[in-house]
C-alpha cells in the first residue's frame, strides 16, 4: 500500500479531528474523531479525511502531515518502519528538534516521490479503476476526481461520476448512467476554465481532435483539477516534442505522482512571484511583521538556500515582495525591542545601506537559528569560491572599491555615456534633460521609502512607476533587472559567467565523435555570431566604432550558446543583447538575456522545432488584430500583405529598430515588469496608430519604414496600449499558446510518422505495407511507455523493449530468456541491438534501425534469419569455448527454426556439428588456449550455413507470428 504524501502543515481547523493514538519524539501516528463536528468540518472543507495519518511535530506544537492511511494495518506498518529505520537514528544522532524536523522532512520527501501517495486517495477506487478500464492496465495511475460530465454538443443531461487520471489518459465512469468515455492526452488539443452554459463557473473546458471535439466537467474543486489536468497535459506535450526535437533537453521527467503535482505547481507559482531560481521547504516559511524605514506591513517570509524572499498585502490591499541575496548580507543581528514592544525582533543590513527589521511571534528561534545557519553557509562558500561579498554589486555597476555613497554618482555617470539615444540632438536637449530629472526624482524618492538599489522592496508604486513615468537611463539597467528577476538569477550563480568566458564549464567530450559534432556545431554558432555583430544597432555612437563594445557584445553571445545548446544562437538575439549592454555590464547582460530566453520567452529562439514560441505568438496576435482591428486585417490580406511578414521581427526584436528608439526602450521597460502581453497590447497599439496610412498601402514597399517613421508620442502610444488593448486576459494568451503549440507539435508528429512510414516501405517494398503498419504502431506503443529518466532520445526502444517485441514474435526467445540458456540468448540479443562495442553512452534504437534487425530476423528467410544471428556475434568477436560454440548454435537454430524443434534435439544436433568443425578445422579455428572465435569461424560461414538449412528443412519464408 502507498501512504507517503508530500509534507504539507496541518490547519488547526484540521488538527482538532484526530487524536493522538502513538507518538515517539517528534513524530505521532493518530486516528479521525467521529460524529457530527468531523462529518460537519469534513462538509464546510470540502474534504474526505482518511482515517489515520502519521504527523511530525514542531516546537511551537503545530503539526506536519506526512502519511495517511485507511486501515490500522496500513499505519501500524509505515509507523513501523518509520521508527526503525528513520526516527530512532534521527532522534538518537541529532538533539536539536529543528533539526530532527528538516532531516525527516527530506527523507519522507523523498519517498512520496517514489510513491503514489495522496491523502483522501481511496484504494478501493483505484480498484474500481482497474476492473473498468482494464485496456488501461498498463498505465501509470496518478490521481481521480469527482465530477459532473456535460457534452455541450449533444445533451444538457449531465453524467455525475468519477474521472481517473493516468500518465496518458483521461478516463470517466458513470455508474448511475453506466456511461465510460476514454480521451488519450493525443487528443487533447486544449484546456482551460470556463464557464458551462454560461452559469456554471465551476467547470474545466476540454477540446479534443476526435469524434467528440469539447466537453466540460464540473467540480467543486475546480483550480486544483484544473492544475492536475493542465500539468498532465503539458506534461504528454513536452514528452511528444522531445520525441521529435534532439536537442531538446529541458524540463523534468514524466509526472508519477500527486506528489510531484503538488511540488511542481508550488515550485512555479513561488518562482514565478519572486522571480527567483530557488524554491522554499516545507519548514522555512513563517508568518512575520516586518518594517524598512517608515513601512511596516504583515506578511510570509520564506527561505531558501540563496535568498530571503517575503510578500505581504498592507491595509489597502496592495501587495509588497522583496528578494535579498543571502551574499549581499552584512549584518544579521538579533535587535532586541523595536518601536518599545516587538522583543527579540531581527536586523538585517545589505551591502546597498538597506535595513530590514521583522519579528516573528511563534518559532523566533527556530527562525533564527535556520537564518544564521543559512547566511553562514553561504558565506562559507562564497569564500571556498574565492568570491569577495561585494562583488555581486560593484562588478554589476561597474565600479571598483567604492562605498554605497558613491555608487548612484558612478550610476548617473556611466548612464550619461551608454543611454544614449540614436538621436543625439533629442538626448543633449533641455527636454530630455528636464524628463530625466523628474523621473529621477521620482525614483529617488521610491528608493529612499522603499530601500535602495539592489534590493528594493517591490510595490505596486514600482510598477506604477514604469508604467506611468519611465524609467530614467541612471536606473534603467538595474531595474530591469530587477523587474525580469535576472539579478536573482546572477547572485544563485557567483562565478558562472566568468568560469563559462575561461571554459572551465564545458564538460568533457566522451567519445571522439561528440567531440567533433560539437566543434563543428559551435564553428558554426560562432560563425553566425561574427556575421552578425556588424548588423547589431550599427548606427548606435556605443556600437559604431566597434572596439571593445564589440568584444562585450561577442563575449555575451558566445558565453549564452554554451550555457544553452539547444538554443546556441539565433538572429534578433544581437540586437536585444547590444541594447542590454548599453545599460550593464557583460555577466548582468548574460543573466539578462538568459532570463529573457529560458523564463519571460520561453521557445522564441528554439533550434529543434525552430522558433516555435515566437511563431505561436505570432499566430495568436493575427488572432487579436481580426477581433480589434478587423478593417486592417481584411485590407491587409486584400492588397496582398499579410500581417505576418511585418510583425515576426516585432516579437523577436522585442520592437527594437521597429519603432523609434524611445518607445522600443519603453516597451522592455514594460515587458520585463508585466511580461508578454505588453508584446500583443504595443503591437495592436502600433497598428491603430498607423491605421490610416497603412489603410492607404497597395504595394508591400516601405511598409516597414512606414511604421517606424510614423510620428508616435511615446506615452501615447503607452496608455492606448494599456488602456485601449489592456483587457488581454493573460489565462486566456496562455491557454492559447498551449493549443497552439500542441497544434504545432501534434502536425510535426504527424508529418514525421509519415515520412518515417514511406520510407519503410519503399526500402522494404517485398513487405506488405500492412505489415510495416503493424510493426510501426507497435513499436511507437512501446516506445511511449519508456521509464527510464535518463533516456532523452525521441521515438526510440531501449535494450528491455527490444527483448519484449521480438519475444511476441519469436516466442522461444522468451522461452530462452527464462529457463534454457539466459545468457547465451541475451548475448545473441545484445548483439544484435548494438554490433559495434556499446560505449558508456545510453544506446537506444530508432524504427529504421529496429527494422533492419526485425525483418531479416522474423520476416525472412532461413538465410536471412541466419545472417542476421551469425553476423551479429561475428561483428561481436566473442571468444568462446567448444561447449559456448555448441550453447550458440543450438539457440541459434532453434531461433531460426522458431518452433520446429526441441531445445534437446537442437542441442544433440549442434553438439554433433561443432564435434565435426573442431574435428575437421581444428587447426584454423581453435587458438593455443583451447578457445574459438567467431571471427575465424568466418571462412567456414557457408559448412554452418548448411549445416543450418539441413536441420531446419526448408528455405520457405517464415511469415510475421500474429
Known amino acids: 500500500k502507498k501512504m507517503w504524501i508530500l509534507p504539507r502543515p496541518v490547519p488547526l481547523t484540521e488538527a482538532v479531528l484526530f487524536v493522538v493514538m502513538k507518538s515517539q519524539c517528534i513524530a505521532q501516528m493518530q486516528q479521525l474523531k467521529t460524529g457530527f463536528f468531523t462529518g460537519f468540518m469534513s462538509t464546510v472543507n470540502q474534504k474526505t479525511y482518511e482515517t489515520y495519518r502519521i504527523v511530525l511535530t514542531r516546537t511551537d506544537g503545530s503539526v506536519i502531515l506526512v502519511a495517511v492511511a485507511a486501515n490500522l494495518a496500513e499505519v501500524n506498518k509505515h509507523w513501523e518502519f518509520l521508527q526503525k529505520n528513520l526516527i530512532d537514528l534521527v532522534c538518537s544522532l541529532i538533539q536539536d528538534p529543528n533539526d530532527q524536523l528538516q532531516l525527516l522532512l527530506d527523507k519522507i520527501s523523498a519517498l512520496s516521490q517514489l510513491e503514489e501517495g495522496e491523502e483522501g486517495r481511496s484504494e478501493v477506487q483505484i480498484q474500481h479503476f482497474r476492473e473498468q478500464f482494464p485496456g488501461l492496465q498498463a498505465e501509470k495511475f496518478v490521481t481521480y476526481r469527482d465530477n459532473i460530465l456535460w457534452f455541450e454538443s449533444k445533451s444538457v443531461i449531465p453524467f455525475p461520476g468519477i474521472m481517473y487520471l493516468t500518465q496518458d489518459t483521461i478516463a470517466f465512469h458513470s455508474a448511475a448512467s453506466n456511461y465510460k468515455y476514454v480521451l488519450p492526452f493525443s487528443d487533447v488539443s486544449g484546456i482551460s476554465k470556463e464557464m458551462t452554459f454560461g452559469m456554471l463557473s465551476k467547470s474545466i473546458k476540454i477540446t479534443a481532435t476526435g469524434n467528440i471535439k469539447e466537453f466540460s466537467i464540473t467540480a467543486l474543486d475546480r483550480d486544483s483539477t484544473w492544475t492536475v489536468l493542465d500539468t498532465l497535459w503539458q506534461d504528454y506535450v513536452l514528452n511528444l516534442r ?48 516586518f518594517w524598512i524605514g517608515k513601512v511596516y506591513v504583515y506578511g510570509t517570509l520564506y527561505l531558501t538556500d540563496n535568498f530571503f524572499c517575503y510578500k505581504a498585502t498592507d491595509p489597502f490591499y496592495e501587495t509588497h515582495k522583496l528578494v535579498v541575496a543571502w551574499l549581499n548580507v552584512t549584518t ?7 518601536w518599545g514592544f516587538a522583543d527579540n525582533a531581527i536586523k538585517m543590513i545589505t551591502i546597498s545601506g538597506n535595513e530590514f527589521a521583522f519579528y516573528v511571534n511563534k518559532n523566533r528561534d527556530e527562525l533564527w537559528t535556520l537564518m544564521e545557519r543559512t547566511w553562514n553557509d553561504v558565506r562559507k562558500f562564497a569564500k571556498e569560491r574565492g568570491i569577495a561579498q561585494d562583488d555581486s554589486l560593484t562588478e554589476s555597476l561597474g565600479v571598483e572599491g567604492e562605498d554605497w555613497g558613491n555608487i548612484q554618482t558612478t550610476l548617473e555617470d556611466e548612464s550619461a555615456g551608454s543611454g544614449w539615444m540614436l538621436d543625439r540632438v533629442l538626448v543633449e536637449g533641455s527636454e530630455y534633460k528636464k524628463s530625466e530629472s523628474e523621473k529621477k526624482t521620482k525614483w529617488q524618492d521610491y528608493f529612499q521609502s522603499y530601500g535602495q538599489l539592489i534590493e528594493p522592496m517591490l510595490t505596486p508604486g514600482f510598477s506604477r512607476l514604469i508604467l506611468q513615468d519611465g524609467i530614467p537611463d541612471t536606473y534603467r539597467g538595474k531595474v530591469w533587472q530587477l523587474s525580469s528577476g535576472s539579478i536573482h538569477l546572477k547572485e544563485a550563480n557567483p562565478g558562472y559567467y566568468n568560469r563559462i568566458l575561461e571554459g572551465t564549464m564545458v564538460k568533457p567530450f566522451t567519445t571522439e565523435k561528440e567531440k567533433q559534432s560539437k566543434e563543428q556545431r559551435y564553428t558554426r554558432i560562432y560563425n553566425e555570431i561574427e556575421r552578425d555583430l556588424a548588423r547589431s544597432l550599427p548606427r548606435h555612437p556605443f556600437y559604431a566604432k566597434g572596439g571593445q563594445s564589440i568584444d562585450r557584445l561577442r563575449n555575451v553571445l558566445r558565453a549564452y550558446s554554451q550555457r544553452c545548446p539547444q538554443i546556441g544562437y539565433c538572429q ?25 530566453c529560458e523564463n519571460i520567452v520561453p521557445d522564441y529562439y528554439s533550434e529543434g522545432i525552430q522558433l516555435m514560441g515566437s511563431i505561436v505568438d505570432l499566430q495568436i496576435f493575427i488572432q487579436l488584430v481580426k477581433r480589434y482591428l478587423p478593417e486592417l486585417e481584411s485590407h491587409m490580406t486584400e492588397v496582398g500583405l499579410p500581417l505576418e511578414v511585418i510583425s515576426l521581427p516585432w516579437f523577436m526584436c522585442f520592437f527594437i529598430s521597429y519603432i523609434p528608439w524611445n518607445v522600443s526602450l519603453r516597451v522592455l521597460d514594460l515587458v520585463f515588469e508585466f511580461g508578454t502581453n505588453v508584446l500583443f497590447q504595443v503591437g495592436l497599439a502600433v497598428l491603430d496608430v498607423c491605421k490610416n496610412q497603412l489603410m492607404q498601402i497597395q504595394t508591400p514597399e516601405n511598409l516597414s519604414k512606414l511604421i517606424k517613421n510614423t510620428a508616435v508620442d511615446e506615452q501615447q502610444l503607452i496608455e492606448l496600449a494599456f488602456k485601449k488593448y489592456g483587457d488581454l486576459p493573460k489565462d486566456l494568451i496562455q491557454s492559447m499558446r498551449k493549443k497552439k503549440k500542441f497544434t504545432i507539435i501534434s502536425d510535426l508528429q504527424k508529418k514525421t510518422n509519415a515520412m518515417m512510414l514511406k520510407e519503410a516501405r519503399e526500402k522494404y517494398a517485398d513487405v506488405p505495407s500492412k505489415t510495416i503498419d503493424t510493426i510501426y504502431l507497435e513499436f511507437c506503443n512501446l516506445a511511449n511507455k519508456k521509464t527510464d529518466k535518463k533516456d532523452k532520445l525521441a521515438s526510440a526502444i531501449d535494450f528491455a523493449q527490444f527483448c519484449e517485441i521480438l ?38 534504437l530508432g524504427f529504421d534501425e529496429f527494422l533492419e534487425i526485425y525483418i531479416p530476423l522474423v520476416v525472412g528467410n532461413i538465410k536471412d534469419k541466419f545472417d542476421c544471428c551469425f553476423l551479429s556475434m561475428f561483428k561481436a568477436d566473442s571468444p568462446l569455448t567448444s561447449d559456448d560454440l555448441v550453447a550458440v548454435l543450438a539457440v541459434y537454430y532453434r531461433i531460426i527454426a522458431n518452433e520446429k524443434f526441441s531445445l534437446k534435439e537442437a542441442d544433440a544436433k549442434s553438439r554433433e556439428f561443432a564435434a565435426q568443425l573442431f574435428s575437421e578445422h581444428k587447426e584454423t579455428i581453435v587458438d593455443a588456449d583451447g578457445v574459438v572465435t567467431l571471427s575465424s569461424l568466418g571462412p567456414l560461414r557457408d559448412n554452418i550455413y548448411t549445416f543450418c538449412k539441413t536441420l531446419c528443412g526448408s528455405e520457405e519464408p517464415w511469415t510475421v507470428i500474429a
Open 332 to 338: 544579521l543581528t538579533r535587535a532586541g525591542s523595536l
Open 572 to 596: 534578433s538575439m544581437n540586437i536585444t543583447t547590444a541594447t542590454l549592454l548599453l545599460y550593464m555590464s557583460e555577466e548582468d547582460a548574460f543573466w539578462l538575456l538568459a532570463s529573457i
Open 242 to 289: 522531445k520525441k521529435l526535437d534532439h536537442t531538446e533537453t529541458q524540463g523534468s521527467s514524466r509526472v508519477t505522482n500527486m506528489a510531484q503535482v503538488k511540488k511542481d505547481s508550488e515550485k512555479l507559482e513561488f518562482s514565478l512571484y519572486f522571480r527567483v531560481p530557488d524554491h522554499p521547504t516545507l519548514s522555512r516559511t513563517f508568518s512575520c511583521y
Open 807 to 844: 519475444g511476441k514474435h519469436i516466442g522461444n526467445i522468451s522461452l530462452h530468456l527464462e529457463k534454457d540458456e539466459p545468457e547465451v540468448v541475451r548475448a545473441l540479443l545484445q548483439n544484435l541491438f548494438s554490433p559495434a562495442p556499446l560505449s558508456n553512452e545510453r544506446k537506444v
